[in-house]
């Protein structure tokens, strides 16, 4: 080293200015204050919820958010007078096997998508696509002709395959199990050929492993959506056995009066299991709603 630049005094390191300091705290409060405020926004509804449903009937007619004299005997009415619980047993019956038809069905064809090439693949993607942008209510009155005069067999009218079958595939689920699967590795599907694994094979052995976390992801939202789905049960089904959770709540109103202690009982049992999925795989609804970014 020359004495030129041994005698080069050492640059000071720079200090973060005090302005922009204060000013990024600021600006970080306001953030967290805001975000607060819209949590407590959304929590605090739920909550009232829940309080009310500890409520006799005269308790609600006054603003107190905590009952005075807190009582089971909403849970007892809906859980031994009314069909609640059969309504609740059709409601998993409906979301569990629309969840695992979409988990199967979705993921194969995300994957025939992602990793074959066939003619009028870009046409019959799109056309998945563009049904995204028809609004359910649409679709209503064709879903309810078939029901009435299906293809095959009897009415599917006050059935469960009635009030499943037009979520046992979805766009969504398919768009997001094909931008997915294109991560998949060709070469490890090469070498399953290689090795004499079918196409299947490969789907099932190597592939659908390898994606279990948009599957996870898929499951929880399908399983959501179609726990709260109101419109169309309330359409496909008229006997009171066959009513799912959110169409047999609404009995517990007239067109007079509403027994709200009853409606907010029921409300906080159907919240139960989706309170459960949500706390439990938290994780693989974070990976999905970033899966659904993902670019293919």
């Known amino acids: 080293m020359s004495s030129v630049e041994r005698a080069q005094p050492a640059l000071p390191l720079q200090q973060a200015s005090p302005v922009r300091s204060s000013g990024d705290l600021a600006l970080r409060i306001l953030v967290y204050a805001l975000l607060i405020l819209l949590a407590i926004t959304m929590v605090v509804p739920f909550l ?21 004299s807190p009582t089971l005997e909403n849970y007892t009415f809906v859980l031994t007078e009314t069909a609640l619980p059969r309504w609740y047993v059709n409601s998993f019956i409906v979301a569990i096997f629309s969840t695992i038809s979409v988990a199967f069905f979705d993921s ?10 066939f003619p009028g693949k870009r046409v019959i993607f799109v056309a998945f696509l563009g049904s995204l942008m028809v609004p359910t209510e649409m679709l209503i009155i064709p879903w309810y002709i078939m029901s009435v005069n299906p293809p095959i067999g009897a009415t599917w009218v006050d ?14 689920g398919i768009f997001l199990m094909r931008q997915f699967m294109q991560g998949v590795p060709d070469e490890l599907l090469d070498a399953g050929r290689i090795d004499g694994v079918s196409e299947f094979g490969l789907y099932w052995r190597i592939a659908l492993p390898l994606s279990m976390a948009a599957v996870g992801a898929l499951c929880i939202f ?11 049960p309330l359409i496909v089904t008229s006997a009171l056995d ?11 109103s007239s067109e007079f009066t509403a027994d ?37």
């Not at 066959?242 to 517990?252: D, H, S």
């Not at 999925?277 to 293919?296: C, D």
């Open 242 to 252: 066959m009513f799912t959770l959110p169409v047999g709540l609404q009995f517990f």
């Open 222 to 232: 399908n399983f959501l959506g179609n726990w709260n789905a109101f419109i169309w």
């Open 159 to 172: 059935t469960y395959w009635g009030i499943a079958f037009p979520g046992v595939i979805t766009a969504a």
């Open 108 to 117: 194969i064809a995300g994957f025939a998508f992602a990793k074959y090439q």
């Open 260 to 296: 709200w202690h009853l409606v907010m009982t029921g409300a906080t049992l159907s919240l139960l299991p989706l309170l459960t999925i949500v706390i439990v795989f938290q994780r693989y609804i974070i990976e999905g709603i970033a899966l659904t970014g993902v670019k293919g």
């Open 48 to 68: 009232w919820m829940i309080a009310t449903s500890f409520k006799t009937s005269e308790e609600i007619l006054f603003p107190n958010f905590f009952p005075d």
